[in-house]
């Protein structure tokens, strides 16, 4: 099992482009998520997802899109980046509720 | 919405001492409380988790305790090491949104030598 994995791992975008984040883990993992993390702020969600064709927003989800068209992938999108949107995502998925939840290794995103 | 506070932000030690570090979560429909381990430019990693139904749980040095009615739980490090070092994140869930977490803002522990 690869887990969870991001990509790209290193971005930099100019104000107002538009870019997608890959997420995919391949342990038929029912729930998954994006946070991201600034610092001195922990993680927060921006949104999350509890099966195939549902979505959820979370703590701050303004700016981005997601969807869920297979248990495996859960893209994130960034409409028009904005420089407050620097700062390093993570996916994470897991199989139910209250379980261990698996991270993937990050995206660090700068926006100028 | 969920609401967790996490206490000291800093954290330095001598190796061979104990570390604590407290979080407080304010939903009391909370029902799983992970902490997180995470190293320089590193994804976090599960290091212990306890659920509601439990008031305290141990891995080797590791400990957690929950307190339920205080809405307060607490990681315990025995015997520290350098290895130790990082930022810790503690976190909260609620059934009502499934795995989501809501997390600490993290404390650096130091140990040193």
């Known amino acids: 099992n690869a887990g969870v994995t991001q990509t790209p791992k290193f971005q930099v975008l100019k104000t107002g482009q538009s870019m997608t984040l890959q997420c995919a883990q391949d342990m038929n993992h029912e729930y998954m998520s994006w946070y991201r993390q600034d610092p001195g702020m922990g993680l927060r969600l921006i949104h999350y997802s509890v099966g195939a064709g549902i979505t959820d927003q979370g703590e701050v989800p303004n700016g981005y899109n997601v969807s869920r068209s297979t248990t495996e992938d859960f893209p994130l999108r960034l409409l028009s980046a904005a420089p407050s949107q620097t700062s390093v995502y993570f996916c994470a998925s897991t199989r139910e509720s209250g379980n261990t939840i698996y991270f993937g290794e990050g995206s660090w995103l700068t926006v100028v | ?113």
């Open chain 2, 1 to 113: 919405g969920e609401n967790v506070e996490q206490h000291p932000s800093t954290l330095s030690v001598q190796e061979g001492d104990s570390a604590v570090i407290k979080c407080t979560y304010s939903d009391s429909a909370s029902n799983y409380f992970p902490w997180y381990k995470q190293e320089l430019g590193k994804r976090p990693q599960l290091i212990i988790d306890i659920r509601s139904n439990v008031g305290e749980k141990k891995d080797q040095r590791i400990a957690v305790t929950l307190n339920k009615t205080a809405k307060h739980f607490s990681l315990h490090i025995t015997e520290t090491q350098p290895e130790d070092s990082a930022v810790y994140f503690c976190a909260a869930s609620t059934s009502n949104s499934g795995y989501a977490l809501n997390f600490g803002k993290g404390t650096s522990l130091l140990v040193t030598p």
